[in-house]
């Protein structure tokens, strides 16, 4: 890294933390627009593709010990009402973190950087204070104001101490994710691209779901049954050509979406096949997982044995 780089990096950063503590002390949850900064070297995941930091992961030391998303979130509705419902919503998200000893009041604060599957711009928002613990940790909500059309969010939660330090959850690299609305937002089946059919010789053909391409590392799920859940078969991801396992087929709107199926095989008559889908994400370096299903509203999918023929 040159020298006037590592400059402009250092002054960026004392920007950004000037720019929070001036609009934390306006009060409120206030979301801010942070630039995306290239570092001179990335790191790169297991596959070889390079990752792209925010400004808290580059500036905080991950320790959940300091600062944790607590896994509690709750929406409201901001205004914006049209027939079609709500315009905006709020998304509050609880923020645990351990106060420091000795800590200068101005220069601590808390938030979390967050981004929409599809629109990567980097954005920081601050929260207030809620309360202290029995453990003497406390509690802050964090709220971001999204488009009620955008309610899948990824984020990481920071942590300013008022001493000079700051501390990030990430969820061990691989952000945390809040979905408020149906999880079918996140995993759809696509009935109009199936051609499974069940009879006398079994399973056969195929199933088509479409999904938010959240990551790069993520769980694909089959779960199924042909004998109304006497047995329950689980199908993962594999590669395309092997049966009973998904695979990536294509990307669409944008990348944002991607197009998985699996072709099943499944000797046996039967007269139905019931099945759902899992997405989980968070799936490695030890990270809290999250999972989203397509169960059909609670009913499942059913394929039947087609009526006879008159």
């Known amino acids: 890294m040159s020298d006037s780089h590592q400059l402009f990096e250092t002054a960026l950063a004392r920007l950004r933390r000037g ?15 942070l630039p995306n900064v290239v570092a001179c070297v990335e790191p790169a995941d297991a596959t070889g593709a390079v990752e792209s930091f925010d400004w808290a992961q580059y500036e905080g030391k991950r320790d959940t010990r300091m600062v944790a998303f607590t896994g509690a979130w709750r929406s409201e509705c901001l205004g914006g ?22 800590a200068d009041l101005n220069w601590k604060r808390v938030g979390v950087v967050y981004r929409l599957p599809d629109d990567l711009t980097e954005r920081t928002a601050i929260g207030n204070y809620i309360t202290t613990t029995g453990s ?3 509690e802050w909500d964090v709220m971001i ?29 691989e952000f945390h994710v809040v979905n408020a609305g149906p999880d079918y937002n996140v995993i759809r089946v696509e009935p109009w691209l ?14 088509s ?9 993520k769980r694909l799920e089959l779960v199924a049954t042909t004998d ?3 047995t329950v078969l689980r199908f993962g991801i594999g590669s395309q050509g092997e049966k009973n396992k998904w695979y990536w087929v294509e990307d669409f709107s944008g990348s944002v979406r991607e197009r998985w199926q699996i072709d099943l095989d499944l000797p046996g008559p039967t007269d139905k096949l019931e099945y759902a889908v899992g997405y989980f994400h968070g799936v490695v370096n030890g990270a809290r997982t999250y999972q989203f299903w397509d169960n059909n509203g609670g009913g499942n999918y059913r394929i039947e044995r087609a009526a006879p023929t008159p």
């Open 194 to 207: 199936n051609t499974a059919t069940v009879g006398d010789a079994g399973v056969s053909g195929k199933l």
């Open 136 to 138: 003497g940790d406390e």
């Open 81 to 102: 009402n049209t027939r079609f419902g709500c315009g905006t919503l709020g998304i509050h998200l609880t923020v645990r973190v351990k106060p420091q000893i000795g």
């Open 19 to 33: 720019r929070a503590a001036r609009t934390a002390a306006l009060g409120g949850s206030i979301l801010v627009t």
């Open 209 to 217: 779901v479409q999904a938010v391409d959240i990551d790069y590392d």
């Open 145 to 173: 104001s999204v488009p009620s059309y955008h309610t899948l969010v990824v984020f990481d939660a920071w942590y300013q101490d008022g001493k000079g330090s700051t501390f990030i959850d990430d969820n061990e690299g």
């Open 228 to 230: 109304n859940w006497a």
